[in-house]
Structures are given as C-alpha cells and as structure tokens.
C-alpha cells in the first residue's frame, strides 16, 4: 500500500509541476492557473472583484468614448479653423 501511495504522490507532482502559474488580475497573487477563474484566485472570486472578461469589456468601452471624445474635438477644431479662414 505504500508504493501505491507513493505512485499517487508522484503522479501528483508531476501534474502540478506541468501546470502553469499566473498572476491574479485584481490582487496580483501569484498561483495556478487551474485554481483561476477568468483570471481571479479564490480570494477574488469570494469577494466578487472584476475578472479579466469583464475588465477587457470596461477598458473596450473606455477606449471607444476616448476616441469617440477626440473624434469630436479634433473634428470641432478642424471646423472652427475653417470658419475663421473663410469668415
């Protein structure tokens, strides 16, 4: 019985070491990626914080009215320089 648990012990450590680690996306913990969901450790998940779909959603969306925002400047400033030209 002690060699199966020995086998067992050893086939554990090799599936953890073949197994990647990763960096939590809201407190930065450092675990792997097995035990992450959408980039979250445990302690994340229990207190609800963003995970990484939902932060690629937030920062897509900030991007879009950033460049919404500049659109309408740049077009703004491009018009009032015409207007001063041709009036």
């Excluded at 086939?11 to 960096?23: A, L, P, S, T």
């Excluded at 500049?70 to 009032?80: H, K, R, W």
């Amino acid at each position: 019985m002690n060699e199966e648990l020995i086998e067992k012990w050893n086939k554990n450590i090799r599936i953890i070491k073949g197994e990647e680690k990763e960096d939590c996306v809201h407190c930065g913990t450092n675990w792997y990626v097995i035990h992450h969901k959408d980039g979250l450790c445990h302690e994340c998940q229990a207190i609800g914080a963003p995970g990484r779909s939902i932060l690629r959603r937030r920062e897509k969306w900030r991007n879009f009215f950033r460049d919404t925002f500049l659109l309408i400047i740049i077009t703004g400033s491009i018009a009032f320089m015409i207007i001063s030209i041709i009036g």
